[in-house]
């Protein structure tokens, strides 16, 4: 009908997003701030500087380890053959010792190269590592208690004793590296059972 004017056909000019900051015109979105799920612009140069950081003291971290890995070997080879004059179980168990220690600061440096990769703290190398530590002092308790065994000495005692919490520590060692076994491959499993 001519002169009436129907609601449908007026059309609402759309309200500006108050939530959008508006350019100093007034036109329209800001184009120069930063977009919802972007950083500022300064702090990719700070960033990566950081990262660069962290990559080098990692990097002198592990090259320390490896380092002081190698020494150890070579030290135990060396006093290997030279000990073995004073008898075999004693340069045996002292290579033992050692190689043991090579063993620890390999875990260290396995640590060290799945952080800088991964980019987090990956906690399995580090579990490996306390349990080796572990199985290495209950080793050297023990030896040390063979010469004490069978006398009321508490020497004795205080090595039995040593030797249950080192390895109770064992034990929680082992647990805690079987469950963050399991945790990491769950996603796996999960992508198996959903492909089947």
Not at 69 to 85: E, K, N, Q, R, S
Not at 119 to 140: R, S
Not at 141 to 146: E, Q, R, T
Request: aromatic content about 4%; hydrophobic content about 45%; charged content about 25%.
């Amino acid at each position: 009908m001519p002169g009436v004017c129907h609601p449908e056909a007026v059309k609402a000019e759309p309200e500006p997003d108050s939530k959008q900051p508006q350019s100093a015109d007034g036109g329209g979105p800001e184009e120069g701030g930063p977009k919802e799920g972007e950083e500022e612009p300064i702090a990719h140069p700070a960033d990566r500087a950081l990262r660069l950081a962290e990559n080098a003291v990692y990097t002198l971290a592990g090259a320390l380890l490896a380092g002081g890995a190698v020494m150890v070997l070579v030290a135990v080879g060396y006093h290997l053959i030279l000990d073995i004059d004073e008898g075999v179980e004693k340069s045996i168990t002292t290579a033992l010792d050692g190689l043991l220690l090579v063993f620890i600061l390999l875990e260290l440096l396995a640590a060290v190269r799945a952080t800088m990769t991964e980019h987090k703290l990956v906690a399995e190398p580090f579990l490996v590592a306390g349990l080796i530590a572990a199985i290495k002092e209950i080793i050297v308790v023990s030896l040390g208690a063979k010469d004490t065994m069978g006398k009321d000495s508490p020497a004795f005692d205080d090595a039995m004793v040593q030797i249950s919490v080192l390895g109770g520590i064992v034990l929680l060692l082992s647990v805690a590296t079987y469950l963050v076994r399991r945790k990491e491959r769950e996603p796996e499993e999960q992508e198996e059972a959903d492909a089947a």
